[in-house]
């Protein structure tokens, strides 16, 4: 195992594996377009001709990004850690953690 994939198998204190470092990146990126996106709409909504439909537009702009962090959330920790389990003799606490991953999409 190389310096990197160390890194991504790296645990927390509590004994939970990181998030590897390029998969943070890419999300944060993501969700600051979203930031931004959200900022926007609460900006025009504060002008009295706001056109509604052009809101839901914003809205759905919001919420595909917020939906492609979550997959690449979900898809990092499956690649870096579920794919990864059997190797470390992880198998049977990852589907825990795969299931709890599971819950919020």
Known sequence: MN???KHEHAHHAAGRLCMPEAARN???RRLAIAKG???SILQALQKHDVYCV???RQIRAVEGAL???GQITL???LRAHVATAAER???ETIVE???DALRYR
């Open 3 to 5: 310096d990197v994939e």
């Open 26 to 28: 890419v999300i944060t």
């Open 37 to 39: 996106h959200l900022e």
């Open 54 to 56: 052009d809101v839901l």
């Open 67 to 69: 939906q492609k962090a």
């Open 75 to 77: 898809e990092s920790h």
């Open 89 to 91: 003799g992880d198998t």
């Open 97 to 99: 953690e795969l299931m």
